[in-house]
């Protein structure tokens, strides 16, 4: 039972490399920046469906929040664009591979620092190593 | 021109682990539907100005575009409501790693018989090195992460920061 859900978790991933690629096929017709903004225009109408229906928090929270945690939409479109427009020049799966070795390297120092009201975790040496491991398939596959 | 593309990417995976710990921040509070939509609405209120001013492309053409390339939005939205799904059967660490591998794998799928744009880059006996040295690195991070967590009772709210990794 418990491995389905690992399968549900792969699929996630799956469906993450599947929405870069096609939405780089969409940025060569339409534009880059408008297939970005495609996605996020799209994205609030079926969160916001989804929200009216399953949303349990307070979205009130919006106006007390400190500012620096309302700068998730303005991180995800640079994501996002950067995607678009590489994903045609190097392939998915390079794009992909980059992707994850900045995501481990940053939740690592962000860990070891305790920023963005991360509990501060020591980084091991496995980590390191594991990041040394990650940069050399980068450059196989470059 | 590539070399630069890779380090854009690298840069796109650092803002990503940023935004997961923004986000992770902002839903404990508010919840992580609500912080889904905060993202995604601010997102496009920014892309819109953008677009205003440096778009070079035609908005319009959108409903010219096949329906198969629209549907994307459902998969970003489908990673979301997927890792909900996973994490509290399988732990927030279990469920990013296996979404990495299926990432990872489903990129260099759709390379290697060049599904869905012009671009294909065969599967090949570097590639394939390059999968193995990404498994024994994951497992790693796995095993450290797990080490992390027994040390010290910091998983739970380690969880409920990381489960917000999904939103672009």
């Known amino acids: 039972m418990k491995s389905l859900f690992y399968v549900v ?4 991933g799956v469906v993450l490399s599947l929405e870069g690629a096609i939405y780089s096929v969409l940025g060569e017709s ?50 996002l664009t950067i995607l678009v427009i590489g994903i045609p020049i190097i392939g998915v799966g390079l794009a992909m591979s980059s992707v994850v070795v900045g995501q481990m390297v940053m939740s690592m120092i962000i860990e070891h620092r305790g920023w963005l009201g991360s509990p501060k975790i020591k980084v091991k040496t496995e980590k390191i190593i594991a990041v040394a491991l990650m940069i050399v398939s980068l450059f196989l596959i470059y | 021109m590539s070399i630069i593309i890779l380090f854009a990417s690298l840069i796109g995976g650092i803002l990503l682990s940023a935004q997961s710990s923004v986000n992770g921040s902002f839903s404990n509070k508010a919840g992580t539907l609500e912080s889904a939509f905060l993202t ?11 677009v205003l001013f440096f778009g070079s492309g035609n908005l319009l053409t959108i409903l010219d575009a096949p329906k198969w390339q629209l ?16 994490v509290p059967k399988i732990g927030v660490i279990a469920t990013n790693l296996s979404a990495i591998i299926g990432q990872i794998s489903m990129g260099m799928l759709i390379d290697h018989f060049g599904w869905f744009s012009g671009i294909q880059i065969s599967f090949d006996f570097k590639r394939m090195i390059a999968i193995v040295l990404m498994l024994i690195a994951l497992r790693l991070i796995y095993k450290a992460n797990m080490k992390a967590g027994n040390e010290r009772k910091h998983l739970s709210q380690q969880s409920s920061q990381s489960l917000h990794r999904f939103l672009k």
């Not at chain 1, 978790?9 to 996630?12: D, E, F, G, I, P």
């Open chain 1, 9 to 12: 978790a792969l699929l996630a």
């Open chain 2, 40 to 50: 995604f609405i601010t997102g496009g209120m920014m892309l819109s100005i953008v």
């Open chain 1, 30 to 79: 339409i534009g880059k920046l408008e297939s970005s903004l495609y996605n996020f225009v799209f994205g609030t109408m079926i969160l916001g469906v989804a929200l009216l229906f399953w949303g349990k928090g307070s979205l009130s929270y919006t106006v007390k929040a400190p500012k620096w945690q309302l700068t998730g939409g303005l991180l995800g479109i640079i994501y």
């Open chain 2, 71 to 86: 549907s994307a939005v459902w998969f970003g939205v489908g990673y979301l409501f997927l890792t909900i799904l996973a």
